[in-house]
């Protein structure tokens, strides 16, 4: 089956991402929404970035006009039916997840290929859940899309290997670079990046040294791109919590407990870059540390 009609389930950070990779590889995108505001805000997203690439000499101006027709939007679920491959990137709670393959399975076509843009839930429980868990797979980009090359492939225990090469084969088309990871809990990149973001939480909250001087320290000691503590914001407090709520239920060890000060962050609705304040502010013209 050749995949032809791709449609996109959230039009947030990830979802307009993942459609913006799609659209310029030649596909066919519907991203959908519950809100006509975050699809008018993720078409947006879009143009700018395409239009950033066009100023970098990246991409022609023929192929942003091009890649732009390519995306439609609907704020309707049972518009997908008629897609190859329906990409899940909502927020990263599984309730959330299994309700809307719930609600799209009535209306696909045998032959569509289900993923998650999941960056820490089971695929294979996700696809249990549906009428064909052998094309189920995890689809895990990396943020922000159009920039980062790697992503992770993870087969549920069901996923049957056509369904794997055939995602493997989308991949190289986007030109980008698979990773196969088995179904454990965070996979490979988050299974090691967010225990170093909550280690340096940790060190914020047992005083060893200020938001700044953490992020100095692993940007100038360690040559990284972006500290812990400014990656998480970028990433959104909320994940990171989730994802190791994940891996401390998923692995029951001691050492994936998610720092209490990142769950208070969280519970303030200091969320990071999305939502002004995390353990940055981003409110003024410069993001000064909130601790």
Known sequence: MAIEKVGIVGAGQMGNGIAHVFALAGYQVLLNDISEDALAKAVAVITKNLDRQVSRGKISEEEKNAALGRIS?????????????????????????????????????????????????????????????????GFHFMNPVPVMQLVELIRGIATDQDTYEQLLAVVEKLGKTAASAEDFPAFIVNRILMPMINEAVYTLYEGVGNVRSIDESMKLGANHPMG????????????CLAIMNVLHDGLADTKYRPCPLLTKYVEAGWLGRKTGRGFYDYRGETPVPTR
């Open 73 to 137: 939007t609907t704020t309707k679920l049972t518009d997908l039916g008629p897609t190859d491959l329906v990409i899940e990137a909502a927020t990263e709670r599984e309730t959330v997840k299994q309700a809307i393959f719930e609600d799209l399975l009535p209306h696909l076509k045998p032959t569509t290929i289900l993923t998650s843009n999941t960056s820490s839930i089971s695929i294979t429980r996700l696809a249990s859940r549906t009428d064909r868990p052998e094309k189920f797979m």
């Open 228 to 239: 812990p503590l400014e990656l998480a914001d970028f990433i959104g407090l909320d994940t």
